[in-house]
């Protein structure tokens, strides 16, 4: 099996589903109870934030666990929008947001809120000047991705973050979910007041992520009970995954500092073999861009069925982002990017991780070569 969808998901680490099993199996009380076994279960939540926040550079009251991206992207969005909604009512986002927060701001549009959408450039990257001529005195929240989930664009997070800094009324959030653990981010030095993180893209455990909450910043909950997170995240906490995600942030860092440099040999390697195949167009950038995805399209296929004849080969990949996949529409990123619909239509994102190795990038180019001209013959034989 050769494994390339990794921006969907990834593979957890042995380490982390071992604290999962662990902690699920020997200290499984709930860590609101009183008694002293679920004193245990929360005094590992307290260590468990401590070490995301210790490796996030922040402070352990600015880290609040979620069920992962999706939650922590709504409570950022919609829990300002609720909590400021007298001081403005005004949102920035961009066209190449995840579902998760362009669904979201567009939730708040029947509540009187208005949403302006930046454009981006070829390489899909945000301009600075549209969004400081987009910001008014009632804007209180500007939403930018780190690094984009379908075609890999690195955003300008600092250089947003430098354009808020005399406006405190303007909230800054970032979904980092595809960023963390490839591209470091300074939180407090690039001003940013929110942050989402999702585990199982790390190599943790499924239905658990962060929010991170700069100090002073206030949110209305989404969800009412309990009081868990602060008020914040009502709901009994997912200690296990809590533990296990804290786990697999910490080597995910650590790997970083070991792999990025063979991974940007293999996404390189990719990229180059890529540009010699025939029909082929790659539309991640050479420049700012992660290094982890490369997403490019085929002249004539559509997407999905160039994913399952690779399927047939043990070699997975994906189309748009898993959250859209199914949806059988062109990817609206590529669109946004000034893609043809043919072009989106046909497009292709190879994910990488740390553990991908230069033999698997060799097998996937050369099936993939392969499987162009067989349907390429198929085709002809069918006009």
Do not use: W
Request: glycine fraction near 8%; charged fraction near 25%; hydrophobic fraction near 35%.
């Amino acid at each position: 099996m050769i494994y390339l969808d990794n921006s969907a998901t990834t593979k957890p680490y042995k380490e982390a589903l071992h604290t999962f099993m662990k902690v699920n199996e020997t200290l499984y009380a709930n860590p609101s109870s009183i008694h002293s076994f679920g004193g245990k279960a929360d005094d590992l939540i307290k260590r468990s934030r401590e070490q995301v926040a210790d490796l996030l550079g922040v402070e352990g009251s600015e880290v609040f666990f979620t069920s992962g991206g999706t939650e922590s992207n709504n409570l950022a969005v919609k829990g300002t929008a609720m909590q400021y909604k007298n001081r403005g009512r005004h949102i920035i986002t961009s066209r190449i947001e995840h579902p998760s927060v362009k669904k979201a701001v567009e939730d708040l549009e029947p509540f009187g809120f208005s949403i302006t959408y930046v454009g981006v450039d070829e390489d899909g990257r945000i301009d600075l000047k549209e969004i400081e001529d987009a910001l008014r005195d009632d804007t209180i929240l500007v939403s930018v991705m780190h690094v984009n989930n379908e075609v890999g664009t690195i955003q300008p997070i600092r250089e947003i973050g430098e354009l808020l800094k005399d406006r405190p009324k303007t909230l800054f959030h970032v979904d980092a979910v595809q960023a963390c653990g490839k591209i470091p981010l300074d939180l407090h030095g690039a001003g940013v007041d929110l942050c989402s993180l999702s585990s199982h893209k790390i190599h943790g455990i499924k239905g658990t992520g962060a929010l991170y909450v700069r100090s002073g910043v206030r949110l209305s909950p989404l969800l009412s009970g309990g009081e868990q997170e602060g008020s914040l995240r009502s709901g009994t906490e997912n200690t296990g995954g809590i533990a296990a995600f804290a786990k697999a942030l910490r080597m995910h860092l650590k790997e970083r500092e070991e792999s990025l440099p063979v991974m940007q040999e293999i996404q390189g390697f990719i990229r180059d073999g890529l540009s010699k195949l025939p029909y082929v167009t790659v539309h991640t950038p050479e420049i700012n861009a992660a290094p982890h995805i490369l997403n490019f399209s085929i002249e004539g296929f559509k997407g999905e069925v160039m994913v399952h004849s690779l399927d047939q080969h043990g070699i997975y990949l994906s189309t748009t982002s898993a959250c859209s996949s199914r949806q059988h529409k062109p990817s609206e990123t590529l669109l946004a990017m000034g893609v043809s619909d043919m072009r989106a239509n046909s497009s292709l994102r190879v994910s990488l991780s740390y553990h991908t190795t230069m033999q698997e990038a060799r097998m996937f180019l050369e099936t993939l070569e392969r499987e162009i001209r067989s349907l390429m013959k198929t085709m002809r034989r069918s006009r």
